[in-house]
């Protein structure tokens, strides 16, 4: 919490005020490093032996990461996002972590989750991870704005953060 401070104070803040805790368990299933729920807003669990990098980068990136998802549950109770939601599983769009086509909302958190990460991954001088999801992040917002123009998943709110999200890869020019 002391580097997310030292990098950006107002998200620090921002953290504090949505996420009431961060819990450590030992992950039931092999490769789940943490996570949060939308049921249980403001709760983010961890499974330290899962990480493949003990580093304070890697755990300060991994609240950063649970904390945006979190923020985006909350968004979507407070202003919603999707018009409607049984469009979600017919709007497949290719995911920029798993690499594979998923449903619309799985791959909305997935690019928006991994823009936020990438931006304090630069700032904490993390390159090497920062660049990690360089083509496929920018492929999977461009199949975002594409399935929303044809089939109109999102509303306003929606429409909001997809545009936030390729402002910024534009401007960072994130090929």
């Known amino acids: 919490m002391d580097l997310i401070n030292s990098t950006n104070a107002d998200l620090y803040r921002a953290i504090h005020q949505v996420i009431g805790c961060i ?5 039931e299933h092999r490769g789940m490093s943490g996570g949060t729920i939308s049921s249980a807003l403001g709760v ?26 979190s923020s985006l549950f909350l968004a979507d109770m407070v202003h919603g996002t999707y018009i409607d939601r049984s469009l979600l599983p017919k709007a497949k769009v290719y995911s ?27 700032r904490i001088g993390d390159f090497e991870n920062a660049q990690r999801y360089t083509g496929t992040l920018r492929a999977a917002v461009d199949g975002l704005i594409a399935m929303q123009k044809g089939a109109g998943v999102l509303n306003a709110s929606g ?17």
């Open 44 to 69: 983010i669990w961890e499974d330290p032996s899962a990480f493949s990098e003990q580093t304070v980068d890697n755990y300060a990136a991994q609240i950063v990461h649970e904390f945006i998802h």
């Open 23 to 27: 819990a450590f368990y030992k992950a």
């Open 159 to 175: 429409e909001a953060m997809l545009q936030a999200m390729d402002d910024v890869l534009t401007l960072i020019r994130m090929e």
């Open 96 to 122: 920029p972590v798993r690499k594979e086509l998923r449903d619309f909302d799985k791959t909305f958190h997935a690019s928006y989750v991994t823009t936020g990460v990438t931006i304090f991954q630069s």
